[in-house]
């Protein structure tokens, strides 16, 4: 009898969650679409969260993302708004394990990933900025590089992608307002 009522809180939790993310994910798609502007600034935008969102630099995304669209000169809403949709609790954890991998082949270090599990435990309960600062400051020099360069060999082929699907989206969108 036990056995039946944890198993069904479990898939009642799995539901809820399924449901919450979708609904966040909605709403983050609703966000991209209201936005206004030239499709091109816009892609420009979504490319850099794309980017950013799928580093493993967890507490610096939305620092990095405004320091690139402000350089570039994109739309800092749609880079924030598309680093939502990509990173985010459920995909943490992939994010952090294939950067670690990707960087153990590219990089001449080995790096565990018992390590960067207890690390990335820490920065998802971190109460602020400057603590998540000190956990990753701990981390090392190899490592750090490991986790960089493995992110940004995942990350760049789905940013370039993203721009380009970023591109026709915002156009079809224009069209449309265009036309109704």
Request: overall charge positive; some cysteine; glycine content about 8%.
């Amino acid at each position: 009898m036990m056995f039946i009522h944890v198993h069904s809180w479990v898939r009642s939790l799995s539901r809820d969650v399924d449901l919450n993310y979708k609904r966040l994910n909605r709403y983050y798609y609703l966000r991209l679409k209201r936005l206004r502007g030239d499709p091109k600034i816009l892609a420009g935008g979504t490319a850099i969260g794309i980017l950013i969102g799928l580093t493993p630099t967890m507490p610096l995304h939305t620092i990095l993302i405004i320091a690139l669209t402000l350089i570039t000169r994109t739309s800092t809403i749609a880079g924030v708004v598309s680093s939502f949709l990509i990173c985010n609790p459920l995909t943490y954890f992939p994010i952090y394990y294939f950067s670690l991998k990707f960087g153990n082949i590219i990089t001449p270090y080995e790096i565990s990933w018992g390590g960067i599990r207890i690390v990335l435990d820490q920065l998802v309960q971190s109460e602020n900025i400057v603590h998540s600062m000190k956990i990753i400051g701990n981390l090392g020099y190899e490592t750090i590089a490991v986790m960089i360069a493995g992110g940004f060999f995942i990350a760049l082929p789905f940013a370039f992608i993203s721009y380009y699907g970023a591109l026709y989206f915002f156009k079809q969108l224009n069209s449309k307002r265009e036309d109704g």
